[in-house]
Antibody, heavy 120, light 110 residues
Framework: QVTLKESGPALVKPTQTLTVTCTFS??????????VSWIRQPPGKALEWLAR???????FYSTSLKTRLTISKDTSKNQVVLTMTNMDPVDTATYYC????????????WGQGTLVTVSS | QTVVTQEPSFSVSPGGTVTLTCDLS?????????PSWYQQTPGQAPRTLIY???IRSSGVPDRFSGSILGNKAALTITGAQADDESDYYC??????????FGTGTKVTVL
């Protein structure tokens, strides 16, 4: 059974760095073809894809946020971590992680999301 | 910058049919973008409905179908039910390990 769960701070101050963690079970990021992505959704707004990390440590980022994002994995802990620097109130959103499909083209399993508010 | 546009909202009667579309600012959508569709109810995580244009995800009722209509990706709900009232998002695979979501469509069943 595949599950993913996001965790992180509920509140972050402007200019700080956000670190959110995706802890998953039911699969391993050391297995060929496995990939995990991060997606976010500001309150009342659309989903936005942020980043992806693959089993072979390939990493891909949203063009518009590339300079602020870093994605990494800890295979031994079954975790994927996303950091976002220089947080701003417009970054207030629910942050989701999702397992990418085997073919790499869609997201088959989603976590429940974690709401991060950016405010002083 | 790539923009994927969906209708902001649709209203459909119970038992009725509605087709949502997904439009790419830079050109036509083909199967090579592997369009997928996600359903989201308030406060919940998205749920995968359709992937690779027209393949229903496990457990998705067959009243949901995906296709390419003209130069757009489309999601059709045939025989809408009350619990289909949700937000629907399309997503395209843009290549190079990157993705873009559409602007979303709010579907009301009444």
């Amino acid at each position: 059974q595949v599950t993913l769960k996001e965790s992180g701070p509920a509140l972050v101050k402007p200019t700080q760095t956000l670190t959110v963690t995706c802890t998953f079970s039911g699969f391993s990021l050391s297995t060929s073809g496995v990939r995990v992505s991060w997606i976010r959704q500001p309150p009342g707004k659309a989903l936005e894809w942020l980043a992806r990390i693959d089993w072979d440590d390939d990493k891909f980022y949203s063009t518009s946020l590339k300079t602020r994002l870093t994605i990494s994995k800890d295979t031994s802990k079954n975790q994927v971590v996303l950091t976002m620097t220089n947080m701003d109130p417009v970054d207030t959103a629910t942050y989701y992680c999702a397992r990418v499909s085997r073919d790499g083209y869609n997201f088959g399993y989603w976590g429940q999301g974690t709401l991060v508010t950016v405010s002083s | 910058q790539t923009v994927v546009t969906q209708e902001p909202s649709f209203s459909v009667s119970p038992g009725g049919t509605v087709t949502l579309t997904c439009d790419l600012s830079s050109g036509s959508i083909s199967t090579g973008y592997y369009p997928s569709w996600y359903q989201q109810t308030p406060g919940q995580a998205p749920r995968t409905l359709i992937y690779s244009t027209s393949i229903r995800s496990s457990g998705v009722p067959d009243r949901f179908s995906g296709s390419i209509l003209g130069n757009k990706a489309a999601l059709t709900i045939t025989g809408a039910q009350a619990d289909d009232e949700s937000d629907y998002y399309c997503m395209l695979y843009m290549g190079g390990g990157t993705y873009v979501f559409g602007t979303g469509t709010k579907v009301t069943v009444l």
